[in-house]
């Protein structure tokens, strides 16, 4: 893992209102692998936003991945190994949360049947589901987050992606919040909630079909006339940037919690790490 991400309770200054009292406390931050070794500005980004809104933020240093990449090519063994270590490395959390839809979907959604021939673990894995939830939906539905203390200057526009919408119902969430920002405007693409074509090893296994979806869903992009394109899982983010970068486009590419966070003066996806 990072080692920024090894200590935990990450101290931070927000406007974010403060949480409800009935609110879960104690929260997890799973980190992602993409987020881990690509892009740890989005992981403090989620800090920021969480310890902001009133929880204690602890990043537990012995989280692997989730095992999407084997549960998705039918690595069930491998998958089980993997969901243990992570149902052990979060016990004992008020919440468990991802800033991906995909990650959060693992675990919220795929865990418990792993474990059918096994009813102890099966209970754990139950028990983890229910208190894992994605990054916008936490802040949002459990927290009751309306607003955040941030500005940015542009025209953004949101891509949808695939887990965060359809497993989980991620849509009004982050774009709720992003209303409450300075500077802001959203212009929505005419098919936001299409596949961008990444889908984890898919995009490895069907290039040429990858590509094409990418292409379409840059040119949709494209035509919003926004100048920054804002989404919930680096997967997609990652995949989208390059084809933009390939086809020469000025729209710069970042995880909506770095804006929300006030972190949208830092180098966006794919470009030098400096600040602007």
Do not use: W
Request: hydrophobic share 40%.
């Amino acid at each position: 893992m990072h080692p920024n991400f090894a200590a935990a309770n990450v101290a931070v200054v927000s406007g974010l209102p403060p949480e409800r009292p009935s609110s879960p406390r104690r929260v997890a931050l799973f980190v992602t692998c993409l987020v881990d070794l690509l892009r740890p500005s989005v992981g403090f980004a989620a800090v920021k936003l969480l310890e902001g809104a009133g929880c204690t933020v602890e990043v537990p240093p012995l989280q692997v991945c989730c095992g999407q990449p084997a549960y998705n090519t039918g690595d069930r063994a491998t998958t089980r190994a993997i969901a243990a270590q992570v149902i052990e490395a979060f016990d004992g959390y008020d919440a468990v949360v991802a800033p991906s839809g995909s990650c959060g979907g693992m675990l919220s959604h795929h865990y418990p049947g792993l474990f059918e021939d096994d009813p102890a673990m099966k209970a754990r894995a139950e028990n983890l589901a229910g208190r894992s939830y994605e990054l916008m939906a936490f802040l949002v539905d459990v927290l009751g987050v309306t607003t955040v203390a941030a500005r940015y200057d542009g025209v953004v526009t949101y891509h949808d992606s695939c887990s965060g919408l359809r497993e989980l119902g991620v849509k009004d969430q982050p774009r709720r919040l992003l209303q409450s920002i300075g500077g802001l405007s959203l212009r929505e693409m005419k098919s936001p909630e299409i596949c961008c074509g990444f889908g984890g090893t898919f995009c490895v296994k069907y290039p040429e079909i990858s590509n094409a979806m990418v292409g379409e869903k840059s040119a949709d992009i494209a035509a919003t006339g926004a100048d920054t394109l804002l989404a919930g899982d680096l997967g997609c983010l990652l995949n989208m940037a390059g084809k933009l970068q390939r086809d020469g486009s000025p729209v710069r590419v970042r995880h909506v919690a770095e804006v929300l966070a006030g972190m949208g003066t830092m180098a966006a996806i794919g470009e030098p790490e400096t600040d602007r």
